[in-house]
């Protein structure tokens, strides 16, 4: 059974740039969320998605946004980047139920 | 509010010495409590789980936690660590409001040879 996918595992971006980050969950889960590891402010919530739909949101600004795909693959857009967004960003997959999530090896955003 | 609390930040031991890492959380009712692994550049991985039922919780890689409501702990255990088992350790709850995790801050766990 394949795991969580994350792509790309690495980006450098520069200041003012757009990125888009990409997850493929577990096949059968239906939900996605996002996080955001910084060595500072550890692991902060993003949002998750649940068939399609944001089902809930952390406390990121509008530039950071999201969405899921009828497959359930799911990706996140960073606009308007700024140094303080390099951070490892980490999906995880669930089956919607409070039964633990899955990670992805995440992807690595560095910002110059 | 809902919170978990890891109140070491780094954690030396042995190989081969037992392990113990704390949790706290505050919480009304019985907590959904996670443990996770984090291996240097990678991702999490779930090492042990609790919902309700029986408090002693035994996990992967021979990693348990016990489940203490008097005290509002969630402390993981291992009787003999392996240099493998080097790595950030995080506790979770999840939040009843919306399902999310909340997460404590790590424990970095380095093993002397």
């Known amino acids: 059974k394949a795991g969580v996918t994350q792509t790309p595992r690495y980006l450098i971006k520069t200041r003012g740039q757009q990125v888009t980050l990409s997850c493929s969950p577990i096949?059968?889960?239906?939900?996605v969320s996002w996080y955001q590891q910084t060595p500072g402010q550890g692991l902060q919530f993003l949002f998750e998605y649940f068939s399609e739909t944001q089902r809930n949101k952390g406390n990121f600004p509008g530039r950071f946004s999201g969405r899921q795909f009828s497959n359930s693959r799911s990706e996140m857009n960073v606009s308007t980047l700024e140094l303080g967004d390099s951070a490892l960003y980490l999906c995880?997959?669930?089956?919607?139920?409070?039964?633990?999530?899955?990670f992805g090896s995440g992807t690595r955003l560095t910002v110059v | 509010a809902q919170s978990v609390t890891q109140p070491d930040i780094h954690i030396t031991v042995s190989e081969g010495a037992s392990l113990e890492l704390r949790c706290n959380y505050s919480?009304?009712?019985?907590?959904?409590l996670f443990w996770y692994v984090q291996s240097p550049g990678q991702g999490l991985q779930l090492l042990l789980k609790?919902?309700?039922?029986d408090t002693l919780v035994q996990g992967i890689k021979g990693f348990e936690a016990e489940f203490k409501r008097s005290q509002s702990s969630f402390n993981l255990r291992k009787p003999s660590v392996h240099w493998s088992d080097a790595a950030e350790y995080f506790c979770a709850v999840v939040r009843d409001s919306n399902y999310q995790l909340i997460w404590g801050a790590g424990t970095k766990l380095i093993i002397k040879p």
């Open positions: 096949s059968g889960h239906r939900s």
């Open positions: 919480y009304g009712a019985t907590p959904y």
């Open positions: 609790y919902f309700s039922g």
């Open positions: 995880a997959s669930s089956s919607g139920q409070v039964d633990g999530y899955t």
